[in-house]
């Protein structure tokens, strides 16, 4: 079974730091992509960083390219968003997911199996 948590999440100030993490279990790690996704009350939820070993390609979004990294640990497992130069408008729930089938070089893709998020607050 394809678990998925992550955390990391908290309050920081404009301009702040966190790093998130998502741990995963019951999948091989260099056969699917991960992606972070954010959602913000009132809004969709957005792919912010996705990376995947099958299209060789780590994808930001344009929001965030600059500012965000996504690194992984492949022999525990886990996989990062370092999140530097935080904005009020990068507050939002954080998630993230796993698929077999995704390419990140897509963004049309869906993603199958979603972990609960951890929420991020920005304050001004």
């Known amino acids: 079974e394809v678990q998925l948590q992550a955390s990391g999440g908290g309050s920081v100030q404009t301009g702040g730091s966190l790093r998130l993490s998502c741990a995963a279990s019951?999948?091989?790690?260099?056969?699917?992509?991960i992606g972070w996704f954010r959602q913000a009350p009132g809004n969709e939820r957005d792919r912010v960083a996705c990376?995947?070993?099958?299209?060789?390609?780590?994808w930001y979004a344009d929001s965030v390219k600059g500012r965000f990294t996504v690194s992984s640990d492949n022999d525990k497992n886990i996989v990062y968003l370092q999140m530097n130069s935080l904005k009020p408008e990068d507050a939002a729930v954080y998630y993230c997911?796993?698929?077999?089938?995704?390419?990140?070089?897509?963004?049309?893709?869906?993603?199958?199996?979603w972990g609960k998020g951890t929420q991020v607050t920005v304050s001004s």
């Open positions: 997911a796993a698929d077999a089938t995704v390419l990140c070089g897509s963004t049309a893709q869906g993603f199958d199996n």
């Open positions: 019951g999948f091989s790690f260099n056969k699917y992509a």
């Open positions: 990376v995947s070993s099958k299209d060789g390609i780590t």
